[in-house]
C-alpha cells in the first residue's frame, strides 16, 4: 500500500522554497550540482533552484539530462561536456563565465567529475580564477559505505579498474596493505572477473560488500567473505546485473603492516593453535593489533571449515 502524502510536506517544500528565495546565486560561477543515481526523489531542492536559475546546463549526454530536468519540470539550454571534448568545451564555458553567466555542471548520474567526466574543466575554471560552487547530493560510494557495516575511518576510492588483466592485478597488489576500506565502481559485463580478480589478490577472509543499483527498483547490498562471493553472484543470473560499487575491507592494522604476511603467519598458527592463541602470536610478532588480528583469525578459521 502507498503511504499518503504527509500534510505537512508541502508546506515545508513552501519553506524550503521561501528561504532560497533570500539566497544569493553568484553570477560568473559553475555549479557543481549532483543529480540522482536512481531514485528520481534524491535531488536537493538547492540543486533544483540552481538548475532553473543558471542560463545553461553542461551535461555528460544532453538527451539523458534533458529527460531528467523533464521530471522536475525544468527546461533549460543545455551542451554536451564529456571525456571528448573536454578541451573545447572548457573554452567555452570559461568564456561565458568570463561573461558572467551561471553554468551547471552535471553528470549522468550522482557528483560530476568522481569517475564522471568534469575535473578536467573544473580545474581550468579554477586555473582562471573563476569561482566554482559545489551543490552536494546523491554518490554512489557514500551511499554504499553508510551501509556497509565495515567499521573503519577511512576509505580509499579506486574508482574503476583496468579492463585488462595484468594492469588490473598491479593496481590490486598494491592497495593489498591498505589498511582503509577499498571502494571500486564496476560495470555489469566485469563484474564476475574483477571478484575473481579480488579473490586472489586479496584471499578468502576478506569481506566484500555489494551494492547494485543503489537507489534504483532492484537495490541490493550484500556482504559477505570474498571466498563467497563468485557463488553468490552465480546464484542468481540477476546479480550480475546493473552498476556496482564493490567495498573491500581493508587490511587489518595500520597501513604500514604487512596485511599479506599476518594472514600467512595466523594461517600457519591456526593449524595448531586455537583462534585466541593464534592472534595473541601474531600481535606479538608483527606488532599489529590484536583485536583485528582476532577477527582475521576468526574469518580465516571458518573459511577452512
Same mark, same amino acid.
Given at each position: 500500500?502507498?503511504?499518503?502524502?504527509?500534510?505537512?510536506?508541502?508546506?515545508?517544500?513552501?519553506?524550503?522554497?521561501?528561504?532560497?528565495?533570500?539566497?544569493?546565486?553568484?553570477?560568473?560561477?559553475?555549479?557543481?550540482?549532483?543529480?540522482?543515481?536512481?531514485?528520481?526523489?534524491?535531488?536537493?531542492?538547492?540543486?533544483?533552484?540552481? /538548475?532553473?536559475?543558471?542560463?545553461?546546463?553542461?551535461?555528460?549526454?544532453?538527451?539523458?539530462?534533458?529527460?531528467?530536468?523533464?521530471?522536475?519540470?525544468?527546461?533549460?539550454?543545455?551542451?554536451?561536456?564529456?571525456?571528448?571534448?573536454?578541451?573545447?568545451?572548457?573554452?567555452?564555458?570559461?568564456?561565458?563565465?568570463?561573461?558572467?553567466?551561471?553554468?551547471?555542471?552535471?553528470?549522468?548520474?550522482?557528483?560530476?567529475?568522481?569517475?564522471?567526466?568534469?575535473?578536467?574543466?573544473?580545474?581550468?575554471?579554477?586555473?582562471?580564477?573563476?569561482?566554482?560552487?559545489?551543490?552536494?547530493?546523491?554518490?554512489?560510494?557514500?551511499?554504499? /559505505?553508510?551501509?556497509?557495516?565495515?567499521?573503519?575511518?577511512?576509505?580509499?576510492?579506486?574508482?574503476?579498474?583496468?579492463?585488462?588483466?595484468?594492469?588490473?592485478?598491479?593496481?590490486?597488489?598494491?592497495?593489498?596493505?591498505?589498511?582503509?576500506?577499498?571502494?571500486?565502481?564496476?560495470?555489469?559485463?566485469?563484474?564476475?572477473?574483477?571478484?575473481?580478480?579480488?579473490?586472489?589478490?586479496?584471499?578468502?577472509?576478506?569481506?566484500?560488500?555489494?551494492?547494485?543499483?543503489?537507489?534504483? /527498483?532492484?537495490?541490493?547490498?550484500?556482504?559477505?567473505?570474498?571466498?563467497?562471493?563468485?557463488?553468490?553472484?552465480?546464484?542468481?543470473?540477476?546479480?550480475?546485473?546493473?552498476?556496482?560499487?564493490?567495498?573491500?575491507?581493508?587490511?587489518?592494522?595500520?597501513?604500514?603492516?604487512?596485511?599479506?604476511?599476518?594472514?600467512?603467519?595466523?594461517?600457519?598458527?591456526?593449524?595448531?593453535?586455537?583462534?585466541?592463541?593464534?592472534?595473541?602470536?601474531?600481535?606479538?610478532?608483527?606488532?599489529?593489533?590484536?583485536?583485528?588480528?582476532?577477527?582475521?583469525?576468526?574469518?580465516?578459521?571458518?573459511?577452512?571449515?
Amino acid at each position: 500500500m502507498t503511504p499518503s502524502p504527509l500534510p505537512s510536506l508541502t508546506a515545508s517544500l513552501a519553506t524550503l522554497a521561501d528561504e532560497l528565495e533570500r539566497q544569493s546565486f553568484p553570477p560568473a560561477a559553475l555549479y557543481v550540482v549532483a543529480t540522482p543515481i536512481g531514485n528520481i526523489a534524491d535531488i536537493s531542492v538547492r540543486a533544483l533552484k540552481i /538548475l532553473s536559475v543558471v542560463d545553461s546546463i553542461a551535461c555528460e549526454d544532453t538527451r539523458n539530462s534533458s529527460q531528467l530536468l523533464s521530471r522536475y519540470g525544468l527546461s533549460k539550454n543545455l551542451f554536451a561536456a564529456h571525456q571528448h571534448n573536454e578541451l573545447e568545451v572548457t573554452t567555452k564555458i570559461i568564456q561565458r563565465l568570463q561573461a558572467g553567466e551561471r553554468i551547471a555542471l552535471v553528470s549522468d548520474a550522482g557528483t560530476p567529475a568522481i569517475s564522471d567526466p568534469g575535473a578536467r574543466i573544473v580545474d581550468a575554471v579554477l586555473g582562471a580564477g573563476l569561482r566554482v560552487v559545489p551543490v552536494a547530493g546523491a554518490s554512489a560510494a557514500i551511499a554504499a /559505505l553508510s551501509v556497509s557495516g565495515l567499521v573503519c575511518d577511512q576509505f580509499h576510492f579506486a574508482g574503476f579498474l583496468p579492463a585488462k588483466a595484468k594492469q588490473r592485478e598491479s593496481v590490486l597488489s598494491a592497495l593489498l596493505s591498505t589498511a582503509a576500506t577499498l571502494v571500486f565502481y564496476e560495470a555489469p559485463h566485469r563484474i564476475v572477473e574483477t571478484v575473481d580478480a579480488l579473490l586472489q589478490v586479496f584471499g578468502p577472509a576478506r569481506r566484500i560488500v555489494f551494492g547494485r543499483e543503489i537507489s534504483k /527498483l532492484f537495490e541490493q547490498i550484500h556482504r559477505c567473505p570474498l571466498s563467497e562471493a563468485g557463488a553468490w553472484l552465480a546464484e542468481d543470473a540477476n546479480r550480475q546485473r546493473g552498476e556496482f560499487v564493490l567495498l573491500v575491507e581493508g587490511a587489518a592494522g595500520s597501513g604500514d603492516d604487512d596485511a599479506a604476511e599476518a594472514e600467512r603467519i595466523l594461517g600457519i598458527l591456526l593449524e595448531d593453535c586455537s583462534v585466541s592463541q593464534a592472534a595473541a602470536l601474531t600481535a606479538r610478532i608483527t606488532g599489529q593489533k590484536k583485536n583485528s588480528l582476532y577477527e582475521l583469525a576468526l574469518r580465516l578459521s571458518e573459511t577452512e571449515k
